[in-house]
């Protein structure tokens, strides 16, 4: 029988943890395909007391036998690539045999990233907080068809393609105030381009379905996160694709009726890293000490992570959108301590409450919180105590969801499979 493809994906804005979720479930799986993003992501993997962090290249990596595809959807800095491709080989990890790169994702050029920074300095404060990876840019021409793929490097015209695409960018300096020097990292990326062709370039949409025909099973790996999504996030303060689970069907060339689970990934809190609306955002000395415990600070950029409490209008709205079958939570540990811990509920809007997730995130919302009795301790060997279950299961009413997977800690094995009273 055909297998599915199962779906993680970030429920926030992002950094909910889904590299550790990925590489904990990895071995269940013969393939980890990312669908979508680029290296504006930062996924964080930890076991055997070493850190690493992956921006293009699916977190099934460090897992034996399982195959890496980066899907259609993605774009790729084929210096950032290698870059990381290099971090891996020399942590010992033999990549290349086991990553396969889809032809059809599109290439972030040096002038792509240029862009990204031209319109972020012209925008001033009312900036996104791009990562400045190239994100938006790349895909603006992947839409506007003028892109280039990673197809199109085994094409022997490729340079002049190429040349075509930077000319075209020049032009377009010229509508900018700001203009980002590009030029010096120009023979470093046809360097990287002409590196990247002794990977294994595949046409990934048929590839996954031989997989799936021949009974392998799949995991889609998302980036970002569902309040970053082109369409259903708070916009325009968002990335420029689609981060739910659409996406992934996209992102690989596969149907909805192939599509298994699709597991949302959650903090027990929320982060938000650059501009937009964040109801919940905690601006005193909590916010404070939930950053400093939660190690809340970019893993692509360094940036302080913007903290606050657990949103549930927005986790239902990503629950929705998204067709979550089951929820991960991580980082309850990082809220042990504190005698209440508080939840949004509702918004209040113009005096009335409302529990689903507006159009907009208007200044004048107000969100309305419960208040619950916080957790001591959290261990992965010892049963979640009775506080954090009422927690959870407070959750998992006002979703109507599940949550299976409990995460207490960074590591790989701090890590939790509960049984729980609702049905998926
Ligand atoms: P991703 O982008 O969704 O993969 O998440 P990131 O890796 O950007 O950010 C998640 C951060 O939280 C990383 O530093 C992880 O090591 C860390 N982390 C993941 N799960 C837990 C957890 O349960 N507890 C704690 N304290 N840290 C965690
Ligand atoms: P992972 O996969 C958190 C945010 C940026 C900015 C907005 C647009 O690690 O969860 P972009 O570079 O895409 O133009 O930035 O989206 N952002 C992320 N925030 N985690 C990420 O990825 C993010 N990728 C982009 O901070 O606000
Ligand atoms: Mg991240």
Redesign the pocket.
Known sequence: MAAKVDVIL?AQW???????VVDVVAPEYAVIARFQGGPN????L?FDGK?H?LHTIPSGVFRPGVWNLVGNGVVIDPVIFMGEVKGLEAAGVDVRPKLLISRRAHLILPTHRALDAASEADKGAGKIGSTLKGIGPTYMDKTGRNGLRVGDIERPDFIQRYRALVAKHERLFALHEHKPEWQSKEAEWLAAVEALKAFNLVDSEQWLHDQLNAGHAVMAEGAQGTLLDIDFGTYPFVTSSNTISAGACTGLGVGPSRIGKVIG?FKAYSTRVGSGPFPTELHDATGEAIRKA??EFG?TTGRPRRCGWLDLPALRFAVMVNGVTELAM?????LSGMDTVRVCTGYRIGGQVHAGFPFELADELEPVYADLKGWGELKADKPLPPEMEAYITFIEQAVGVPVRIV????DRA?TLVRMSAVAS
Not at 14 to 20: L, Q
Not at 330 to 334: F, L
Request: hydrophobic share 30%; glycine share 24%; proline share 3%.
């Open positions: 970030g992002g950094d909910e943890g889904k590299g550790k992501a930062g996924h964080t930890i850190k962090v990934i939660g190690n893993s991580m980082k309850a540990d990082v995460s207490v800690g960074p701090a």
